[in-house]
């Protein structure tokens, strides 16, 4: 009984995922590799001859680079004050969640109206008399401010998902850990590095694999302040799909997302192995 | 995968949900690309599509549900779409899932209309629905740079460009603005005003002298344009929000600024090149996919669409005109004026060169826009060479309309075979 | 947190109280980050529409519902929303009640599959969920699934069901098996001293999967777009038009998207702590 109890457990998800997942996944990936009937790699061939490609692959990792760590060391920092404080906890948790409840369409939004010619940034700087004229933030001749605008949103929009996973998990930390460490004077730094941080692994590897397979998707924010200066592989991947109806190629991106998805998971995995028994 | 678990599977899930879709007696689903703002959608559902007896479900939706969805009807043999809307382009490619609507009466719209809507085959694949082209708007502030003899109506290409010049430098920026974003129909202006207009010719002279001449005249006009065109789609926003003070798009794209503020705007003809003043129509059409639930229903839908106050009722809802002749009411919104009249000024121009859109492309339509998007962003956003480009890109133009085997359209001359990319 | 070694030349409780207006600061500095854009969001919603393409823009709201009423006008957006929050409460259930099985195995048992378990999981999320939708679609038109409730949360489940099964086996992970032993040696059953010892520790995990499987369902609209016809979901209703309607209408419209879910998270947000480690004061 107990040999079989782990499957399961996981027979109702596994059928599940295979129904609703892995079914369409082996047609799209079947798609993925034919061209006119027949099987061959001239599909991965078309997408990587295209001209944009090489700078939507740079692009989205680019951005992945910079986002990740950012988010990373912010979840980090808003999980410890949430845990940390006795009052309020909970209105302060609620704030900093509020970004999970939008969607990325909608922020992209948002951001705009901040970034925009006539936008609040520019409103704001002109009105404390910085500007006497309106800047042009968005400008293709600026791709490092496009950049950083994107970055910024990204960084608004989906540090909050991190940040729930991490509350979650240091509320299974015993404080009594935390206070021994203190009693043998250890500072505040030492106490997050030493203690947290280590029984913090499980929930660090869920949240930064998630993270991280989610900014390989990134669309509708680079989509809203980029504009076609910007492109990534999902804006690639919707473009040759239904612009210009080629759903081979299209399958041939949403491949090529997968593989760097799996890639990093791997890599995060090894980075933070949790060992058998890490359990306290 | 086996098909037939799947199916059990599903079954068995079926059963389940008819709890949750109570059927109400369906109404026949208008699928459409078209009035896809907020408000065109509710004005098209309230006021063009109310007449129907029995009443539309009108929805819209972006182009990739709208076609993922048709996809998926045709692939499982049936569906729910009574009707489809969209544009020319999106119906390219979809020529094996659209009925034949020969039988429905259509003798009223203009039979060079009517050829469009057979997609290149012997059937009618849909039937125009509406139309509408691009204009110039330029905010009145605009106009006292406009360069000294210089009609408003009439300007040359050159005038353009000085003009912008001239406001640029006054005023301290880049005044043009320039539907270059995501969404934006930046494609139609080189394929149907630039290039033309230089060229005579929207494919064969792709990569001539002349057309080099055009690229080298935008790139200089693209000095005075605002280098956030790449993020604009929609330039009435950008008008109205004044960030651009001069524009060219669609009109139906435009409306929103002439009727905002139609005191503040003026609508005018683009400019003429060495070869004419082309411009390009847009085409909506409606189409029957042979997957409807209710062919009837579809057809009855479909001639509904023609008639003149249910026109009048789509040029209210959608800013698109009509494609019967109709007398207009005087009661229209301002868009309607000042668009129509920057409408009649360029068609009725003594150089006038209607460039049609391109036919018997299939689901090469949309390669056929990324050649002239590509051009674009390779010459003016890259800054790279223009001959060399357009070398290139003619090769990759002529490969899609051999593939396609599809023939000059106008303003080129008739070909025998696919048409040639000199 | 510095100021802590500085402790030769200051007292014991400046230190305490600098380090202390720090803290305070960059918990002010966290939310200013958090909720301005939000308030931004909010001006141009509640703002008139020639206040909405002006420049500058208005720091405060000028609250003219203009733009606001013109959605509860909108014909069949009640039904939209009461079909939103089906979908995304029956997604709920089903990514919590398939993933958290799935993610205690994950946690407590050593067996063979694990591996490409877990690859299943992470694929599921790694692939782009917009080329799924077309043999989704012919699938759930043969069945009967297409245009229903239940078949657009089975979609969403799938995007879902990644997040809880991490999300549950990461927090599982946390809880020491000895607990779950200690139980078990004083006669509980293995499902009792789950019920009893590991649920309520699990609970944050638990709320947590439950947040984002709402809020992904909330939010989703490619699928939604394309699957539901009649029982259109609110985002499909409006999120996808937003984008190419008017200025004024995409703020109104994007702060009404916006407003459901955050109602839901507040009403979930005290279950995301655990009732033990830092509960026990």
Known sequence: MPRLLPYLLLLPATAFLCVFFLYPFVLVAMESVTREGSYSLDNFQRMVSHWKFGTAMRNTLLLAAVVVPVQLALSLAMASVVTKLSTGRSTLLYIFAIPLGISDLAAGLIWLAIFEQTGFLNSALYGLGVIEQPVLFLSYQNPMVIFAAIALAEIWRATAIMMVILVAGMGLIPKEYGEAAEVFGATAWQRFRKVTLPMLKPSLQTALILRVILAFEVFAVVIALGGTNFPVLMEETFQWQFTLQDRGVAAAYAMVILGISVAFTILILRLLHVPKGARV | MSGNRNRSLGAALAAVTTIYSAGVLAEPLFWSTQANPIEETQAMREQVLSGFEGGVDYQSSELGPWLTRLQAEAGAGSGTIAVLGGLHGHFSGLEDNLADLGDIDSSAVKSALLELGTLGTAEQKYIPWMQATYIMAANKKALEFLPDGAELNALTYDQFVDWMKAMAEATGGPKFGFPAGPKGLKHRFFQGYLIPSYTGSMVTKFRSEEAAAAWEKFRELWQFTSPASPNYSFMQEQLVSEEVWVAWDHTARLADAFNERPDDFVAFAPPAGPAGRAFMPVVAGVAVPTTAPDMDASKALVAYMLKPETQIATLRATNFFPVVDVALPDDMPASVRLSGEAIAAATAASDAMPALLPVGLGDLGGQFNQVYIDTFERIILAGQDIPAVLDQQGDALAAIVEQAAAPCWAPDEPSDGPCPVD | ?281
């Open chain 3, 1 to 281: 947190m510095t100021t802590a070694t500085d402790t030769v030349s200051v007292t014991r409780d400046e230190v305490r109280s600098a380090s202390k207006w720090l803290f305070v600061a960059g918990v002010v500095m966290l939310c200013i980050w958090v909720l301005l854009p939000i308030y931004f969001l909010m001006i141009n919603a509640l703002s008139s529409p020639e206040e909405v393409t002006s420049f500058p823009k208005r720091m405060f709201p000028s609250f003219d519902l203009a733009s606001v009423t013109f959605f509860f006008k909108f014909q069949g957006v009640l039904r939209a929303l009461w079909n939103s929050v089906q979908v995304a409460s029956l997604t709920m259930i089903l990514a919590i009640g398939l993933g958290a099985p799935a993610g205690y195995a994950l946690s407590r048992f050593d067996f063979r599959g694990k591996e490409a378990f877990r690859f299943l999981v992470i694929m599921t999320r790694a692939f782009p969920l917009p080329l799924l939708a077309l043999p989704l679609a012919i699938m759930f038109i043969r069945t009967g699934l297409d245009d229903t409730i239940l078949g657009l949360a089975l979609v969403h489940a799938t995007l879902a069901l990644p997040f809880a099964v991490l999300i549950t086996f990461s927090l599982f992970s946390g809880i020491p098996v000895e607990l779950e032993e200690a139980a078990w040696t004083l006669g509980c059953t293995r499902i009792q001293a789950f019920y009893k010892v590991i649920l309520p520790l699990a609970l944050p995990g638990i709320a947590a999967s439950a947040v984002f499987a709402f809020v992904i369902s909330w939010n989703e609209v490619f699928a939604a777009a394309v699957l539901t016809i009649q029982n259109r979901t609110l985002t499909a209703f409006l999120l996808q038009s937003l984008d190419v309607s008017p200025l004024p209408l995409k703020f109104a419209g994007g702060a009404m998207l916006v407003l459901p879910a955050l109602i839901f998270i507040f009403a979930v947000r005290k279950y995301l702590f655990a009732m033990w480690g830092i509960a026990n004061r």
